[in-house]
């Protein structure tokens, strides 16, 4: 089964075309980074891939589900972080996996056995019981991400998974997601920044102005090259040829 399908996407907002005629196919497995500047499209791709929104044309699949059609059902299979979300600021950590484990239907013990684990692995216990708050920007982003993995999904959409995280915390997020990758699950990853993409991903989609300008392998690029020359060489000669920039 491939993870993700899409096929000629297009959305646009008003006069600006967010996405434009897009086509990816992801298999499962991947540790797929979709790479781009600014307003190049990669959270509207995110949104549609997610069933947040809906294109005017083209196709996606998600593990074989359409989330245009049904967006419940893909969202029940994958899991989901977008940027800047944060835990509601009247619950404790605990108390918010136990509202997503309500949510998700998990048994109450697996939602008690995950949230052990996932303190050890960020190292947050000591903030289980700490209302939200009174936590920092860092420690409301690793019980993001843990209730993101919590009903162990089998696909994981996150945007910036490093933002706001210390140099240890990301290290052990980075070692997760490989570990995870490579039990063959697949992580779909935004980013604008081309160090994370080029450490984390096996393939990474160089995005600009709603439109796949690379997708290379980080591990095969050739000794010369790196992922910044690639990303630079693309999105510079799109800018030369004038496809309009949206910010
Ligand atoms: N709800 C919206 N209404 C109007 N325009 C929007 C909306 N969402 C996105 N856009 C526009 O669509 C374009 C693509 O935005 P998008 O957020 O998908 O880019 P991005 O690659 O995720 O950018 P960033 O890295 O800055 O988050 C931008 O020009 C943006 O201004």
Redesign the pocket.
Same mark, same amino acid.
């Given at each position: 089964m491939t993870a993700i399908q899409i096929q000629d996407l297009t959305k646009t907002? /008003?006069d600006?075309t967010?996405?434009d005629g897009l086509s990816l196919t992801v298999a499962e497995g991947e540790l797929f980074g979709l790479l781009?500047?600014? /307003?190049?499209?990669?959270?509207?791709?995110m949104e549609i891939l997610t069933g947040q929104i809906t294109p005017e044309r083209g196709s996606v699949a998600v593990l074989d589900v359409d989330p245009v059609a049904d967006p419940t059902a893909v969202r029940e299979r994958v899991g989901i972080l977008p940027?800047k979300e944060s835990p509601p600021s009247f619950m404790t950590p605990r108390e918010y996996f136990q509202f997503v484990g309500a949510v998700r239907n998990i048994p109450d013990e697996q939602v008690d056995e995950q949230v052990e684990t996932w303190a050890d692995r960020l190292g947050f216990a000591e903030q289980l019981d700490t209302m939200s708050t009174d936590l920092s920007r860092g420690q409301q982003q690793k019980a993001m991400i843990a209730a993101a993995f919590l009903h162990e999904p089998t696909l994981v959409f996150i945007d910036e998974p490093l933002a706001n995280l210390d140099p240890i915390v990301q290290e052990r997020v980075k070692r997760f997601l490989s570990e995870y990758r490579e039990a063959g699950n697949t992580v779909i990853v935004?980013t604008?920044d081309v160090d994370v993409a080029a450490e984390l991903c096996t393939r990474v989609g160089v995005?600009y102005s709603?439109d796949l300008v690379a997708d290379v392998r980080p591990s095969e690029l050739p000794a010369e090259e790196t992922l910044l020359d690639v990303f630079l060489d693309r999105v510079d000669a799109s800018v030369e040829r004038g496809v309009a920039t949206?910010?």
């Open positions: 907002y /008003g600006v967010a996405v781009g500047p600014n /307003g190049a499209g990669k959270t509207t791709t940027e935004t604008h995005m709603g949206h910010d």
